[in-house]
């Protein structure tokens, strides 16, 4: 008599789970999600030109963001050029939706488009609703973004940027409600501002009731600043206010201010301002420390220039953010710099540098108001020339550091040579043969400063593999040029100096 094998309840659970992890393991499934489901996400503006199309970041996580930022979701006609993509859900559906800017290649003074793209479920797929052109025309100055400046919690597209003539542009388009859309039309036209100068949204905060969605909020107001053509002054300028008008849904002029420029020089002023931009590229290079709201100094706060090297320091709270140099251009007062964070590529910086004085600048910036990474300083200011005497004076602390010297020192790294022009150059030990220099092993630009009456070093070496920069705690024994000088590695972040615990290095000072 035969007798049937029973398996259990347990064990045929245990049987089926293994046999399912085999499968899986064995054969792999490709999961994506369903189409036309997206996950809401933004992206930012990466404006491109013949300057900056190559992209030249290091990681290969970096360079998967910015091509998927310039991923037009449509298919571009022929002889159009994107120049800068922001995709985001503009409407709440959970859906991206995307706003390209774009000239035309085939048409020699082409503006900078704005162009619309929805997903549309009827067809599953994106397509283009809406075009219209902007004031904008040079591509590598072109800035975009969204933001609700009338307070009817609706947004505007905000186009700024640069013509062929010199003058700094401000595009604001108005997302209508549907209900207003008149033969449809998506977006009405409410300011179209170019001049001479420069433009800004001044924001004010809106209250807690428009937080919460419950009512409007105040509308904000565009500040223009233009050179005074019936002064003599070069640097007299005009301030144009413009409100918001709910009758006719326009931007309007309410207000005009004239501002009084620095009574100084005019032939130098002439001489630098009505020459090219590589003119005042050299003169705004090097280190600007802010002026504060009282006149006084504070090296604490500065940014250092480096059109050389393409490059732009910002330190402020004991923060150092290093940007690099995309392009710029000449304006009527000054320079307009494109710039963007080597650390975190999707955080662009514009600066607006006005010529102030002969030893001064003014400088207004313009960040990316859709991605908020730093508590950044108020930027926006006057600056004025690092001098050293200035600089004591205004400070009164003790001055132990020159920013630049011209004097060799000798150590176990090997012998570093300051110039007077800022640049250093470190040559390994024994490199030197008689009195010929081998080749130096590290080449860069480098600054002594004061903090907290503390004196450091900066080296930045050029092509350092990954290595943006060095700081360094000085002592001397004696005075300035003292023989003598001993080096020890710090960091500087939130909490101030911080010791990396490295041996420290001694430097001896060589003859003449």
């Keep these: 008599m035969s007798r049937k094998k029973v398996i259990s309840l347990p064990s045929l659970i245990f049987l089926s789970t293994a046999a399912g992890i085999a ?13 036309g489901k997206k996950q809401w996400q933004t992206r930012v503006v990466i404006p491109q030109d013949t300057n900056t199309a190559a992209y030249d970041g290091s990681s290969g996580a970096e360079r998967m963001v910015y091509e998927d930022t310039m991923n037009a979701k449509v298919a571009m ?6 120049v800068a993509v922001l995709t ?38 994106y397509r283009r609703i809406w075009s219209a052109p902007t004031a904008v025309t040079r591509p590598g100055t072109a800035s975009v973004y969204t933001q609700d400046i ?14 062929n003539a010199g003058e700094h542009t401000l595009t604001v388009f108005r997302k209508l409600p549907q209900e207003e859309e008149p033969g449809g039309t998506i977006f009405a036209k409410i300011a179209d501002l170019r001049i001479d100068g420069s433009i800004q949204v001044q924001e004010v905060e809106r209250t807690k009731a428009y937080q919460m969605g419950l009512a409007k909020g105040q509308d904000f107001t565009i500040v223009a600043y233009g050179r005074d053509v019936g002064s003599t002054n070069i640097l007299d300028q005009m301030e144009f206010i413009y409100a918001y008008n709910n009758l006719n849904g326009l931007y309007e002029q309410t207000r005009v201010t004239r501002i009084p420029g620095s009574q100084i020089e005019q032939r130098r002023v002439r001489e630098l301002l009505s020459g090219s931009r590589e003119d005042f590229e050299k003169y705004i290079t090097g280190l600007w420390y802010y002026v504060s709201p009282q006149g006084t100094l504070d090296n604490r706060q500065y940014i250092y220039f480096d059109p050389p090297n393409r490059e732009i320091i910002f330190y402020g709270e004991e923060i150092q953010q290093v940007f690099s140099w995309q392009n710029s251009s000449a304006t009527r007062h000054g320079l307009y710099v494109a710039s963007q964070n080597i650390s975190v590529t999707t955080f ?18 313009f960040e990316d108001v859709r991605l908020k990474i730093y508590v950044t300083d108020p930027w926006d200011g006057s600056y004025r020339k690092a001098v050293l005497s200035d600089i004591a004076a205004e400070t009164g602390q003790k001055t132990t550091a020159s920013p630049y010297i011209d004097a060799s020192y000798d150590g176990s790294i090997g012998r570093l040579v300051f110039s007077a022009d800022g640049n250093y150059e470190l040559y390994s030990a024994g490199s030197f043969a008689g009195n010929t220099a081998g080749i130096p ?12 009456n503390r004196e450091l070093l900066e080296l930045r070496p050029r092509n350092s593999d990954g ?16 023989d003598t000088i001993t080096l020890l590695r710090i960091r500087l972040g939130t909490r101030g100096v911080q010791e990396l615990h490295e041996a420290a290095i001694t430097l001896m000072r060589l003859p003449r």
Aim: one cysteine or more; hydrophobic letters at 40%; charged letters at 25%.
């Design 23 to 35: 499968f899986l393991y064995f054969v792999p499934i490709q999961w994506s999600p369903a189409p």
């Design 77 to 82: 006609n022929d002889g159009e050029s994107i």
């Design 88 to 125: 985001q859900d503009m409407d709440g559906d959970m859906v991206d939706d995307q706003i390209l800017a774009y000239r035309n290649l085939l048409e020699m003074d082409s503006p900078i488009f704005i162009t619309y793209i929805i997903f549309d479920d009827a067809m599953g797929g």
């Design 150 to 163: 009338i307070g009817d919690r609706g947004f505007c597209i905000l186009v700024s940027g640069m013509n």
């Design 348 to 365: 662009r910086r514009f600066l607006d540098i006005e010529l102030e004085s002969l030893d001064s600048i003014r400088v207004k910036v």
């Design 441 to 452: 092993q590290t080449r860069g630009k480098y600054a002594f400063f004061m903090l907290d």
């Design 467 to 482: 290595r943006s920069y060095e700081t360094y705690l000085v002592e001397r024994t004696g005075k300035m040029d003292s």
